[in-house]
């Protein structure tokens, strides 16, 4: 499970796979971009997607709200949130 909160002081955090990450984040208009993120560094195993998530959370250029979800674009995925 991924996992990802923003919080008003532009601090970021969440669980990425089976490590947790925290650092800073900026909104300017529709431009959202995080600083560098700090992860603790457990052993997940080579089907883990921490690696791919952190390093697509490090290329986010926009992002979009709808209702519930959150969506994060980077120049080639997206990562859809819901919030819960």
Same mark, same amino acid.
């Given at each position: 499970? /991924?996992?990802?909160?923003?919080?008003?002081?532009?601090?970021?955090? #969440? =669980?990425?796979?089976?490590? !947790?990450?925290?650092?800073?984040?900026?909104?300017? #208009?529709? &431009?959202?971009?995080? #600083?560098? /993120?700090?992860?603790?560094?457990?052993?997940?195993?080579?089907?883990? !997607?921490? #690696? !791919?998530?952190?390093?697509?959370? =490090?290329?986010?250029? &926009?992002?979009?709200?709808? +209702? +519930?979800?959150?969506?994060?674009?980077?120049?080639? &995925? =997206?990562?859809?949130?819901?919030? =819960?």
């Amino acid at each position: 499970m /991924l996992l990802a909160g923003l919080a008003t002081a532009g601090m970021a955090g #969440g =669980q990425a796979d089976c490590n !947790r990450y925290q650092g800073s984040w900026e909104r300017r #208009g529709e &431009r959202l971009t995080f #600083g560098p /993120l700090a992860a603790t560094r457990a052993f997940c195993g080579e089907a883990s !997607r921490d #690696g !791919r998530y952190l390093a697509d959370l =490090q290329r986010v250029v &926009r992002y979009r709200r709808v +209702d +519930d979800e959150l969506v994060l674009y980077t120049p080639k &995925r =997206q990562m859809h949130f819901i919030k =819960q």
